[in-house]
Protein backbone atom coordinates (compact mmCIF):
# COMPACT_ATOMS: atom_id res chain seq x y z
CA UNK A 1 0.00 0.00 0.00
CA UNK A 2 1.32 3.42 -0.99
CA UNK A 3 -0.34 7.05 -0.57
CA UNK A 4 -0.89 8.61 -3.77
CA UNK A 5 -1.04 12.30 -3.53
CA UNK A 6 -3.59 14.24 -5.78
CA UNK A 7 -3.54 17.98 -5.68
CA UNK A 8 -7.22 19.24 -5.63
CA UNK A 9 -8.35 22.53 -4.15
CA UNK A 10 -12.36 22.36 -4.21
CA UNK A 11 -15.45 19.61 -4.80
CA UNK A 12 -16.49 20.52 -8.26
CA UNK A 13 -12.80 21.24 -10.00
CA UNK A 14 -11.83 18.61 -12.41
CA UNK A 15 -8.57 16.34 -11.91
CA UNK A 16 -5.44 17.17 -12.96
CA UNK A 17 -5.40 15.58 -17.05
CA UNK A 18 -2.68 13.63 -15.91
CA UNK A 19 -4.31 11.69 -12.98
CA UNK A 20 -7.48 10.97 -14.07
CA UNK A 21 -6.45 7.61 -15.93
CA UNK A 22 -3.96 6.60 -12.65
CA UNK A 23 -6.47 7.09 -9.93
CA UNK A 24 -8.86 4.07 -10.47
CA UNK A 25 -5.92 1.74 -11.34
CA UNK A 26 -4.31 3.06 -7.77
CA UNK A 27 -7.40 2.26 -5.77
CA UNK A 28 -7.90 -0.78 -7.66
CA UNK A 29 -3.98 -1.89 -6.45
CA UNK A 30 -4.89 -1.17 -3.20
CA UNK A 31 -3.40 2.52 -2.27
CA UNK A 32 -5.01 5.13 -1.25
CA UNK A 33 -5.49 8.45 -2.59
CA UNK A 34 -4.42 11.42 -0.46
CA UNK A 35 -6.19 14.38 -1.31
CA UNK A 36 -3.63 16.82 1.07
CA UNK A 37 -5.47 20.56 0.17
CA UNK A 38 -8.80 19.56 -0.34
CA UNK A 39 -10.76 21.24 2.95
CA UNK A 40 -14.77 20.42 3.33
CA UNK A 41 -15.79 24.17 4.59
CA UNK A 42 -18.18 23.87 7.86
CA UNK A 43 -20.29 27.21 7.95
CA UNK A 44 -20.53 28.97 10.89
CA UNK A 45 -23.89 27.93 12.30
CA UNK A 46 -23.23 24.62 11.27
CA UNK A 47 -20.17 24.47 14.27
CA UNK A 48 -23.01 23.57 16.70
CA UNK A 49 -23.47 20.35 15.51
CA UNK A 50 -19.93 19.39 16.56
CA UNK A 51 -20.61 17.59 19.27
CA UNK A 52 -20.48 14.14 20.65
CA UNK A 53 -23.91 14.62 22.05
CA UNK A 54 -25.83 14.22 19.12
CA UNK A 55 -25.11 10.83 18.70
CA UNK A 56 -27.10 9.37 21.73
CA UNK A 57 -25.93 5.65 21.92
CA UNK A 58 -24.89 5.40 18.12
CA UNK A 59 -21.00 5.96 16.82
CA UNK A 60 -21.90 7.76 14.02
CA UNK A 61 -24.57 9.78 12.40
CA UNK A 62 -26.33 8.83 8.68
CA UNK A 63 -27.70 10.11 5.59
CA UNK A 64 -29.21 8.45 2.75
CA UNK A 65 -29.00 10.59 -0.18
CA UNK A 66 -31.59 8.83 -2.06
CA UNK A 67 -34.19 9.63 0.39
CA UNK A 68 -32.71 12.62 2.26
CA UNK A 69 -33.25 10.20 5.80
CA UNK A 70 -31.21 11.27 8.41
CA UNK A 71 -30.96 8.89 11.27
CA UNK A 72 -28.82 7.95 14.23
CA UNK A 73 -29.13 11.16 15.93
CA UNK A 74 -30.52 12.71 18.75
CA UNK A 75 -31.17 16.40 16.81
CA UNK A 76 -34.72 18.19 15.96
CA UNK A 77 -36.21 20.37 14.25
CA UNK A 78 -33.48 23.08 12.87
CA UNK A 79 -30.28 21.52 14.35
CA UNK A 80 -31.54 18.57 12.47
CA UNK A 81 -32.33 20.27 9.26
CA UNK A 82 -28.45 21.62 9.19
CA UNK A 83 -27.07 18.46 9.51
CA UNK A 84 -28.96 17.07 7.05
CA UNK A 85 -27.60 19.77 4.42
CA UNK A 86 -24.54 19.05 6.10
CA UNK A 87 -24.44 15.44 4.64
CA UNK A 88 -25.69 16.05 1.69
CA UNK A 89 -23.56 18.84 0.90
CA UNK A 90 -20.83 16.62 1.81
CA UNK A 91 -22.33 13.67 -0.13
CA UNK A 92 -22.50 15.78 -3.62
CA UNK A 93 -19.21 16.83 -3.25
CA UNK A 94 -17.63 13.39 -2.90
CA UNK A 95 -19.25 11.60 -5.62
CA UNK A 96 -17.92 14.90 -7.74
CA UNK A 97 -14.37 14.06 -6.37
CA UNK A 98 -14.70 10.13 -7.27
CA UNK A 99 -16.31 11.25 -10.58
CA UNK A 100 -13.12 13.61 -11.69
CA UNK A 101 -11.00 11.09 -10.34
CA UNK A 102 -12.04 7.85 -11.24
CA UNK A 103 -14.71 9.15 -14.85
CA UNK A 104 -14.50 5.00 -15.89
CA UNK A 105 -16.80 4.37 -12.61
CA UNK A 106 -19.42 7.23 -13.43
CA UNK A 107 -21.72 4.94 -15.48
CA UNK A 108 -21.83 2.18 -12.67
CA UNK A 109 -21.14 3.50 -9.47
CA UNK A 110 -23.93 3.59 -6.76
CA UNK A 111 -24.10 6.35 -3.97
CA UNK A 112 -24.72 4.94 -0.60
CA UNK A 113 -24.65 6.32 2.97
CA UNK A 114 -22.81 9.37 4.39
CA UNK A 115 -21.76 9.50 7.84
CA UNK A 116 -20.64 12.05 10.38
CA UNK A 117 -18.49 10.79 12.91
CA UNK A 118 -18.06 13.69 15.97
CA UNK A 119 -17.11 11.37 18.77
CA UNK A 120 -13.32 10.02 19.54
CA UNK A 121 -12.41 6.83 18.63
CA UNK A 122 -9.52 6.24 20.78
CA UNK A 123 -11.27 4.63 24.36
CA UNK A 124 -14.20 4.06 23.34
CA UNK A 125 -15.93 1.12 24.76
CA UNK A 126 -16.63 -1.62 22.03
CA UNK A 127 -16.68 -5.29 21.54
CA UNK A 128 -14.12 -6.40 19.37
CA UNK A 129 -16.09 -7.00 16.86
CA UNK A 130 -16.91 -3.51 16.54
CA UNK A 131 -13.41 -2.18 17.76
CA UNK A 132 -12.44 -0.39 14.44
CA UNK A 133 -8.81 0.62 16.07
CA UNK A 134 -8.27 -2.89 15.14
CA UNK A 135 -6.77 -3.64 11.25
CA UNK A 136 -10.27 -5.19 9.46
CA UNK A 137 -11.54 -5.00 5.94
CA UNK A 138 -14.92 -3.71 5.53
CA UNK A 139 -17.95 -5.96 5.17
CA UNK A 140 -21.78 -5.12 5.95
CA UNK A 141 -23.56 -7.96 7.71
CA UNK A 142 -27.00 -6.84 7.05
CA UNK A 143 -26.79 -5.36 3.79
CA UNK A 144 -25.00 -7.80 1.56
CA UNK A 145 -22.43 -6.58 -1.55
CA UNK A 146 -22.67 -9.37 -3.37
CA UNK A 147 -19.50 -9.16 -4.58
CA UNK A 148 -19.35 -5.06 -5.38
CA UNK A 149 -16.82 -2.93 -4.38
CA UNK A 150 -16.94 -0.83 -1.10
CA UNK A 151 -15.27 2.52 -1.95
CA UNK A 152 -15.01 5.30 0.38
CA UNK A 153 -14.30 8.65 0.46
CA UNK A 154 -13.53 10.47 3.93
CA UNK A 155 -12.67 13.79 5.46
CA UNK A 156 -11.17 15.20 8.54
CA UNK A 157 -13.39 17.82 9.67
CA UNK A 158 -11.90 18.62 12.99
CA UNK A 159 -11.77 22.16 14.32
CA UNK A 160 -9.28 21.95 16.75
CA UNK A 161 -6.96 20.94 14.08
CA UNK A 162 -5.93 17.00 15.07
CA UNK A 163 -5.52 14.36 12.80
CA UNK A 164 -6.99 11.04 11.75
CA UNK A 165 -4.83 8.22 13.10
CA UNK A 166 -4.73 5.16 11.01
CA UNK A 167 -2.98 1.80 10.37
CA UNK A 168 -3.09 0.19 6.97
CA UNK A 169 -1.88 -3.17 6.33
CA UNK A 170 -0.64 -5.54 4.42
CA UNK A 171 -1.91 -6.21 0.40
CA UNK A 172 -5.11 -8.02 0.20
CA UNK A 173 -4.45 -11.38 -1.31
CA UNK A 174 -1.54 -11.59 1.07
CA UNK A 175 -3.78 -11.15 4.32
CA UNK A 176 -6.59 -13.69 2.83
CA UNK A 177 -4.20 -16.70 1.88
CA UNK A 178 -3.12 -16.28 5.62
CA UNK A 179 -6.85 -16.32 6.91
CA UNK A 180 -7.93 -18.54 3.92
CA UNK A 181 -7.46 -21.73 5.86
CA UNK A 182 -10.11 -20.85 8.59
CA UNK A 183 -12.46 -19.23 6.11
CA UNK A 184 -15.34 -21.94 5.87
CA UNK A 185 -17.95 -22.03 2.96
CA UNK A 186 -21.32 -21.45 4.08
CA UNK A 187 -23.85 -23.89 4.32
CA UNK A 188 -25.81 -24.27 0.95
CA UNK A 189 -29.28 -22.15 1.22
CA UNK A 190 -28.65 -19.67 4.55
CA UNK A 191 -27.65 -16.71 2.51
CA UNK A 192 -31.39 -17.25 1.33
CA UNK A 193 -32.87 -18.38 4.46
CA UNK A 194 -30.93 -14.89 6.30
CA UNK A 195 -32.94 -12.79 4.07
CA UNK A 196 -35.85 -14.84 4.36
CA UNK A 197 -35.75 -14.35 8.39
CA UNK A 198 -35.37 -10.44 7.27
CA UNK A 199 -31.39 -11.11 9.12
CA UNK A 200 -30.42 -9.35 6.24
CA UNK A 201 -31.82 -7.26 3.51
CA UNK A 202 -30.44 -9.23 0.61
CA UNK A 203 -29.11 -13.04 -0.03
CA UNK A 204 -25.73 -13.12 1.64
CA UNK A 205 -23.67 -14.86 -1.04
CA UNK A 206 -20.23 -17.25 -0.36
CA UNK A 207 -17.99 -13.81 -1.19
CA UNK A 208 -20.51 -12.32 1.57
CA UNK A 209 -19.98 -14.87 4.07
CA UNK A 210 -16.28 -15.34 3.57
CA UNK A 211 -15.25 -11.62 3.85
CA UNK A 212 -17.42 -11.41 7.12
CA UNK A 213 -15.14 -14.19 8.43
CA UNK A 214 -12.10 -12.53 7.19
CA UNK A 215 -13.56 -9.58 8.89
CA UNK A 216 -13.34 -11.10 12.43
CA UNK A 217 -10.69 -13.41 11.95
CA UNK A 218 -8.20 -10.31 11.49
CA UNK A 219 -10.03 -8.55 14.29
CA UNK A 220 -9.69 -11.62 16.66
CA UNK A 221 -6.21 -12.78 15.79
CA UNK A 222 -3.52 -10.54 18.35
CA UNK A 223 -0.27 -11.65 16.62
CA UNK A 224 -1.84 -10.51 13.19
CA UNK A 225 -2.67 -6.86 14.97
CA UNK A 226 0.41 -6.37 16.45
CA UNK A 227 2.98 -8.36 14.43
CA UNK A 228 1.48 -8.33 10.52
CA UNK A 229 3.05 -5.78 7.98
CA UNK A 230 1.53 -2.24 8.69
CA UNK A 231 2.05 1.45 8.34
CA UNK A 232 1.24 4.21 10.45
CA UNK A 233 -0.67 7.25 8.50
CA UNK A 234 -2.25 11.00 9.81
CA UNK A 235 -4.65 12.37 7.73
CA UNK A 236 -4.29 15.84 9.05
CA UNK A 237 -7.23 18.32 9.65
CA UNK A 238 -8.88 19.76 6.49
CA UNK A 239 -7.74 16.21 4.33
CA UNK A 240 -9.90 14.04 2.44
CA UNK A 241 -8.67 10.41 1.51
CA UNK A 242 -10.62 7.57 -0.48
CA UNK A 243 -9.86 3.99 -0.73
CA UNK A 244 -11.56 1.06 -1.35
CA UNK A 245 -11.66 -0.38 1.97
CA UNK A 246 -13.33 -3.65 1.04
CA UNK A 247 -9.24 -4.63 0.19
CA UNK A 248 -7.68 -2.11 2.22
CA UNK A 249 -6.67 -3.04 6.20
CA UNK A 250 -7.08 -0.40 7.95
CA UNK A 251 -7.70 0.63 11.47
CA UNK A 252 -8.72 4.13 13.24
CA UNK A 253 -6.76 4.72 16.08
CA UNK A 254 -7.82 8.18 17.01
CA UNK A 255 -9.32 10.59 15.75
CA UNK A 256 -12.73 13.09 15.95
CA UNK A 257 -14.98 14.45 13.75
CA UNK A 258 -14.71 12.99 10.29
CA UNK A 259 -17.32 12.71 7.13
CA UNK A 260 -17.12 9.87 4.99
CA UNK A 261 -19.41 8.47 1.55
CA UNK A 262 -19.60 5.19 0.95
CA UNK A 263 -20.16 4.08 -3.18
CA UNK A 264 -20.94 0.50 -4.50
CA UNK A 265 -19.43 -0.41 -7.80
CA UNK A 266 -20.04 -3.49 -9.82
CA UNK A 267 -16.76 -5.82 -10.14
CA UNK A 268 -16.82 -5.61 -13.83
CA UNK A 269 -16.84 -2.04 -14.03
CA UNK A 270 -13.57 -2.15 -12.55
CA UNK A 271 -10.77 -1.96 -14.84
CA UNK A 272 -8.76 -4.58 -13.42
CA UNK A 273 -11.38 -7.06 -12.08
CA UNK A 274 -8.82 -9.42 -11.11
CA UNK A 275 -7.88 -7.10 -7.97
CA UNK A 276 -10.91 -7.27 -6.43
CA UNK A 277 -11.35 -8.98 -3.82
CA UNK A 278 -14.16 -11.79 -4.61
CA UNK A 279 -11.69 -11.96 -7.39
CA UNK A 280 -8.70 -13.04 -4.90
CA UNK A 281 -11.26 -15.34 -2.96
CA UNK A 282 -12.83 -17.38 -6.14
CA UNK A 283 -8.93 -17.94 -6.93
CA UNK A 284 -7.80 -19.03 -3.52
CA UNK A 285 -11.40 -21.01 -2.71
CA UNK A 286 -11.09 -22.58 -6.45
CA UNK A 287 -14.76 -21.75 -7.34
CA UNK A 288 -17.54 -19.07 -7.51
CA UNK A 289 -18.80 -17.28 -4.59
CA UNK A 290 -21.42 -14.45 -6.41
Same mark, same amino acid.
Request: net charge positive.
Given at each position: ???????? #? =??????P???????? %????? $???????? +??????? =????? !?????? %????? @?? !??P?? &?? +??????? &??????????????????????????????A?? #?? $??????????????????K?? /?????????? /????G?????????????G??R??????? !????A???????????? $?? %?????? +?????? @?????? @??????? =?????????????????????A &?? /?????? =????????? &??????? /? !?????????????????? +????? $?????
Open positions: MSLYEVII #R =DWTTRASDVAPLAA %GRLEQ $GDVIFLPH +LRFEIAP =DETRL !FDPAIL %GHAKN @AS !FDQS &GR +LGRTTLE &GADAERLRALMRRFSDGAARVVEALCPSYSRI #RR $GRASFRPAEIAGRASSWRDD /TRLHVDSFPA /TPSGQRILRVFTNVNPERPAWRVGDD !FEAVRRFAPRLRMPLP $GS %GRLLAL +LRITKS @ARTPYD @ALMLQLH =DRMKADAEFQSRSPQDAIDFP &GT /TWLAFT =DQVSHAAMS &GQYQLEQ /T !FLLPVDAMNESCRSPLRV +LERIK $GRRLA
